[in-house]
């Protein structure tokens, strides 16, 4: 049963525009949330976290707000790159037990 | 620079015949995780070790096999691989107690004729 979804497989953003990827869960004891961008032919690189204490973190770029109520959280990139376009997989945990990934959501950003 | 490493990047075998896929770290974290991931889907976990103790997904097939000689190697073993098999297999590794991420090394596209 997939317990991390990302229900969007693609999405296409203008350069300099705001990219908002989605990512719902199922399972509320989920305390621990991440967010991989994968290249192809590359491993999946760390991106940014949060903790189920706070609902926003910041780094640059970019900003995972978390909605637990709705067991939701989403990736903001403001302003959109060309070298964002990549594949980008959500994850779930309970903190240090096993992640649950989404299947991922492509994204392009268009010059 | 610290990382993971992962050998080889591409690995071609034939039905039913044996392949290891390795992967080594210089992070010297004590948790290492073998993943399987086919196109458009999730990456699955197939087993991790934390330091020596090994952990079984109880959906990873008998096929599957792991050694972990020392902190910094890992070890990924298909018995007889399947045309089902054909897949990216990444190896991440943790440091357990520090921050909760997985670092992964850039996988193995393994093709099976």
């Known amino acids: 049963d997939q317990q991390v979804k990302q229900n969007s497989p693609s999405l296409s953003v203008q350069e300099g525009r705001i990219s908002i990827l989605n990512c719902d869960y199922t399972?509320?004891?989920?305390?621990?949330f991440l967010w991989y961008k994968k290249y192809p032919a590359e491993g999946p690189t760390f991106l940014i976290s949060?903790?189920?204490?706070?609902d926003k973190n910041e780094d640059g770029r970019f900003t995972v707000f978390l909605n637990k109520s709705a067991k939701h959280l989403s990736l903001h990139i403001v302003p959109s790159q060309p070298g964002d376009s990549a594949v980008y997989f959500c994850?779930?945990?309970?903190?240090?037990?096993?992640?649950?990934f989404g299947t991922g959501t492509s994204l392009t950003v268009i010059p | 620079d610290a990382m993971v490493i992962q050998n080889p990047r591409y690995q071609v075998t034939q039905f039913g015949k044996p392949v290891t896929l390795s992967c080594s770290q210089t992070?010297?974290?004590?948790?290492m995780y073998w993943y399987q991931q086919k196109s458009s889907q999730a990456p699955k976990l197939l087993f991790h070790?934390?330091?020596?103790?090994?952990?079984n997904e109880a959906d990873t097939p008998d096929n599957f096999q792991s050694r972990r000689p020392n902190t910094s190697f890992c070890f990924l073993d298909i018995r007889s691989p399947g045309l089902g098999d054909a897949a990216m297999y990444l190896c991440?590794?943790?440091?357990?107690?520090?921050?909760?991420?997985?670092?992964f090394g850039p996988g193995t596209r393994l093709t099976v004729l």
């Open positions: 991440a590794t943790r440091l357990a107690g520090g921050a909760d991420t997985q670092y």
């Open positions: 399972n509320s004891m989920f305390d621990y």
């Open positions: 949060i903790s189920s204490i706070k």
């Open positions: 994850a779930a945990s309970v903190v240090g037990n096993q992640f649950y």
């Open positions: 992070l010297n974290h004590n948790v």
């Open positions: 070790y934390y330091d020596k103790d090994f952990n």
